[in-house]
């Protein structure tokens, strides 16, 4: 019974973890950076905008410095859907 309560485990990270980012972001809009609107021609963001219930000062803002927590969390999820927008992540030094 133990082994199969593990089973049940395992398996439900293994699908929970890669559809989390979709829980988290609204991959509909950009999570823009504070600074930056454009950079080498390319429109700025951090990566997809995170869902209004998370950012809960303003939710109509999408604007963001780059070191909230979901952008932290999912770097490579971010990195793939900015280059599947043909987007830039903001330049380091400001």
């Known amino acids: 019974m133990v082994i199969f309560r593990c089973g049940i485990l395992a398996a439900a990270v293994?699908?929970?973890?890669?559809a989390m980012p979709y829980v988290i972001f609204d991959v509909e809009r950009a999570?823009?950076?504070?600074?930056?609107?454009?950079?080498?021609?390319?429109?700025?963001?951090?990566g997809p905008c995170p869902r209004r219930w998370l950012h809960l000062p303003d939710p109509e803002l999408n604007v963001f410095y780059g070191?909230?927590?979901?952008?932290?969390?999912?770097?490579?999820?971010?990195?793939?859907?900015l280059k599947e927008?043909?987007?830039l992540r903001p330049p380091?030094?400001?």
Not at 14 to 18: E, F, G, M, N
Not at 31 to 46: F, H, L, M, Q, S
Request: glycine share 4%; hydrophobic share 35%.
């Open 14 to 18: 293994t699908v929970l973890i890669p």
């Open 85 to 87: 927008h043909d987007m």
């Open 31 to 46: 999570g823009c950076d504070r600074n930056w609107e454009k950079y080498e021609g390319k429109t700025v963001a951090w």
């Open 67 to 81: 070191n909230e927590w979901y952008f932290r969390l999912f770097p490579r999820f971010c990195e793939q859907w």
């Open 92 to 94: 380091i030094d400001k």
